[in-house]
């Protein structure tokens, strides 16, 4: 019990939410200097894992000073979809068009790392300037987990396997639930619950997708798809 | 009455998945889509008589008024035309052996899915709701795009996603800063409800609602296919069968601007004029339908080029509404309609065309005049429509647009500037019209029976093969003029229901061109109102 009253500590909290905010933008570093689709599936599961840590001591800490619910059930949400079920479903897509390991990315790793860190750089630079962001508590929060999404995004374009741009895109998705968690207090429940369903049926269209293009073209290399111009 | 909207849609899914035959599909289709109307024309009425309707069930998330009213009765008949028009075509391309029964069930679960899912994005007065509802939009007509499942149909279907996905995950960003800029204003119950924000949006931290317009600028305008962004609309409506082109350019795109539009009033009203709004408007409408005008002049296959001319109709659109005067404003709006039905009108008969000479390719096209005698013509006239010749109804909201830029203040446009934004926008819209002209008026002129490329259906497996790799124009030549004396495309329609669409349609913009009826009026302006928050 001390334990929870520790947490829901507001001071105590505050530090706990920003190193968890740090440990979240590292798994997107982590994310990025990975080489094999295996081990992109492994960190998205992390940074999932840690994101549902975070959501889980905030709902804690609105369950003891507000009575509130519906964090703790988004916790458990993110745990079953983001941490379970996703991943096992990108294991089965890649499973299914499994491809000889081959170089997959634009650049070499510690390109893609220093850039990935002049995106941190950059969105500290944009966001401290705009008033009435640069004076709040929550600045390094916000500065973290909006690098996540540029992270995410710069991802998507380094990497050239239509899986490789799926978990791109989730990584966006983890950037911008963890910017609503730490920055507003999270979204109105329904709204979470619509964006989850939202992303579960991405999921499994583009796995469909993936696999379709692996029957059509041999392959899932996106640089293959370019016949429509003009 | 309002929740029927909803129910509907979802019933229709549900037949859809019990029964077996395809009549009944086709029948239960259409039968849902008039039960559509009727729900619409009721509420259309009760809208004008009361302004809003809203029910106070799961928390009021279900709000209608003027301006959502105007879009979401073009879902509805949009729809509608899709349905009575599909019906002929799937029975075509069955008839060609591109179909099975299966596929023409997934077809219509699809196509009332996506329906439904455009309905909810214009009924919600929730932010977070309707961001869902335009994502889910996506993910519904992502298998319709790649429909045909050749390596085209998937390669824009999966360009499709990714592109309006991660865009739309940008605006997902825009609505959490917007939210964040109403903490500390707005109560739980009405976090992200539009209607609370307008009501407290001079009270809104105005840097953090700044960035959050960027955001969803972006986000909404890669789905309404505003330039930068534009790189999956060609592909996606190029591939996607006929009617669900029709949706997808005539619904889809206004359906992201009406996200765009509501922001940009909430915006205005914190601000207390459209300097910052404008700019941006302003400025990627003009870049859209300059990049629109440079692509339609050099397009070789005519359901891009539509979609081009659809880019350029958001960019008119978008420039409508960064000038933010109620000149301006009912011109854009009525322009969102004329150019839903127009464009509609031209992918219906488009898909007309492709089926008769199973070729996207301009230059394999001859004498359509002759050879379809109702969809040939409404091409034609279509065309003329919307490159905006009057008497056609475009003319009428591109001339209102005009006369704004010219006729009012807008506070930061300074009066050279003002006259050389207005000269640019009608020098780009005569580009346009010389594009359409140079490329697309071939195909109407000869008749096939002579043409030096019968495009027929005898030689409609080499033209298979050769999509999948684009081949030059003088190859194909050659290799046709060894082939002359294959027989001619047969006059005729094929889809006579779709026909009679076509027909409702052109009728329907050549009187609204001339005479616009009073509650459709009335319906505008109120809704002109709201965007201008009086």
Known sequence: MSDFAAVSDLAVGSKILETLSVLILLSAFLLMANKRINSYIKSFRLQSFLIALTAGIMGIRSLFNEGRWDILIVCVLIIALKVILIPARLSKTYANVRYKVEKDFIWNIPILILVCCGLVVFSYFTLAGVEGISGESSNLQLVNSVSVIWIGLFFMISRKKAIGQIIGFLVIENGLYITAMLVTHGMPFIVDLGIFIDLLTFVMIMGLITFRLNDQFDSIDTDQLKNLKG | ?534
């Not at chain 2, 052109?506 to 302006?525: A, M, Q």
Request: hydrophobic share 55%; charged share 10%; with cysteine.
């Open chain 2, 1 to 534: 009455m309002g929740f029927l909207l909803y129910i509907i849609p979802v019933i229709a899914v549900i037949i859809f998945f019990l029964v077996k035959e395809n009549h009944y599909r086709h029948a239960v289709s259409v039968a849902s889509s008039i039960l559509l109307a009727v729900c619409a024309g009721a509420l259309t009425f009760r809208v004008i008589v009361n302004g809003v309707v809203i029910y106070p069930m799961l928390g009021g998330f279900f709000y209608l008024d003027a301006l959502s009213m105007v879009i979401l009765d073009m879902v509805i008949i949009i729809a509608f035309m899709a349905a009575v028009f599909s019906v002929g075509y799937l029975n075509e391309e069955k008839r060609h052996g591109q179909l099975t029964d299966k596929k023409i069930r997934l077809y219509y679960i699809l196509m009332y899915g996506f329906v439904l899912t455009m309905i909810l994005a214009l009924t919600v007065k929730n932010m977070g709701l309707m961001w869902i509802a335009i994502e889910a939009t996506t993910l519904a007509s992502a298998f319709l795009v790649g429909f045909n499942s050749d390596k085209h149909a998937l390669e824009a279907a999966f360009k499709y996603v990714i592109i309006c996905s991660v865009g739309i995950a940008m605006a997902l960003l825009g609505i959490i800063l917007l939210h964040w800029s109403s903490t500390g204003v707005l109560t739980d119950a009405s976090y992200l409800d539009w209607t609370a924000l307008s009501a407290h949006a001079g009270a809104l931290k105005s840097a953090v609602l700044r960035l959050a317009f960027i955001f969803i600028l972006i986000g909404f305008g890669t789905k309404a296919g505003l330039v930068p962004m534009h790189t999956w609309l060609p592909d996606a409506h190029s591939q996607a069968p006929s009617p669900i082109s029709a949706l997808l350019s005539g619904v889809l795109l206004n359906s992201a601007m009406y996200g765009i539009i509501r922001t940009t009033a909430i915006v205005n009203r914190n601000l207390g004029s459209n300097d910052f709004t404008g700019r941006l408007l302003i400025g990627i409408g003009i870049l859209s339908i300059a990049t629109a005008a440079l692509f339609i002049l050099t397009q070789k296959d005519y359901k891009r080029l539509l979609a081009y001319s659809s880019i350029e109709h958001m960019g008119i659109i978008a420039v409508a509404f960064g000038l933010f005067t109620p000149l301006s404003i009912f011109g854009g709006l009525l322009h969102m309609i004329n150019h839903s039905f127009t464009k509609s009108l031209l992918f219906l008969s488009a898909g007309n065309i492709m089926q008769k000479y199973d070729s996207k390719q301009i230059y394999k096209i001859r004498g359509v005049l002759k050879t379809l005698p109702v969809s040939g013509p409404a091409f034609l006239l279509g065309l003329f429509a919307i490159t905006g010749t009057p008497p056609f109804s475009i003319f009428t909201s591109e001339f209102c647009i005009i006369s704004a830029i010219f006729k009012e203040s807008t506070g930061w446009v300074y009066t050279g500037m003002r006259l050389g934004m207005g000269i640019a926008f009608i020098l780009l819209l005569g580009l346009v019209f010389a594009g359409v002209a140079v490329t697309l008026f071939r195909m109407f002129y000869g008749s096939d029976t002579n043409s030096l490329y019968p495009a027929v259906k005898d030689i409609s497996i080499a033209d298979r093969l050769e999509q999948s790799e684009p081949s030059e124009p003088s190859e194909t030549a050659d290799k046709y003029l060894g082939n002359s004396s294959a027989a001619a495309v047969k006059p005729g329609e094929t889809n006579k229901a779709g026909a009679l669409c076509l027909i409702i349609l052109l009728i329907t913009i050549l009187i609204s061109g001339i005479y616009l009826p009073p509650g459709i009026r009335e319906l505008l302006l109120q809704a002109r109102n709201i965007v201008m928050g009086l």
